[in-house]
């Protein structure tokens, strides 16, 4: 009889410790989402690759779930980007949108796939200029991985590569500190960010756009070349792309204008370089255009 007594008390310690041993099995934490990212081909505006500093926006969905919205990954030294904590869900793919420079107001409220975007009419300083350089890129369906996703960007934008080259009766001190303008362009449009699709605002206004490298110095004896980023469009025939002032009265004459003599597609991703002959003697402005890809 003592025996069995004492078995039935001794159970319940043992039932006990098994519990208490089963909780200190440590649980498997999921593993954090990390980012690096590149530029396809050319640059952001005039520069090969992001800088440290850059701040690029981040979208982050895992089915119909948000995971993050709108937060900042920033360049570190060592090529990364330092974003806010965001972990794998436990099942299924992710799909990540990205674009540059970030905004405070991301992308639409009814799709975040669709950016609005304004560039500057102004881009003689090199940050407008920048920063009228949309790009954007996108990971759809990624799985769980614990390698870096990696975002290739894209350019959404036009740039448009100017240089003046002094025609008979002109010198190239002549053209030294020359004005452009680009009349009319329109700054602001709307933008997918994984079809890049580019859509026109329909009440967005039109603005003159002053290149970056405006009124160039002569450099290596010859006029290096000014620079604009443009939303994509077709200019048709016939418009005034180009008006050039030279504050030079050489044969009386001091402003050229460029009027397209065919239509000109803009085209999203795309480098158009311009060579652009001036002619006191006609008081006209004609062009020599190459295009590649950016």
Known sequence: ???????????PVIALTAVSCSREIPQETPGLITVTASIDNYAKASVVDFEEGDNIGLYIFSQNETLAE????????????????????????????AYYPWYSWGTE?????VI????????????????????TASAINVTDTERPVHLVFKHAMSLVDIKLIPGEGLTLEDLEYAKVTIPSMPTQCYADIVTGEISEYPWGQSSDITPHGNSPAIVNGELPPMSAVLVPQTIPAGTELLKISTGNMVSGVDSYSYITPEDITLVSGYRYQMEITLVPASVSATARMSVSPR
């Open 1 to 11: 009889m003592k025996l069995i007594h004492t078995f039935s008390l001794f159970m």
């Open 70 to 97: 709108n937060i900042i990954g920033t360049k570190q030294s060592d090529g990364s980007f330092d974003i806010q904590r965001v972990y794998w869900p436990e099942s299924g793919s992710i799909d990540i949108l």
């Open 116 to 135: 609005f975007h304004t560039i500057y009419a102004d881009q003689s300083n090199a940050l407008d200029f920048e920063y009228s350089d949309l790009m």
């Open 109 to 113: 409220y009814n799709d975040p796939q």
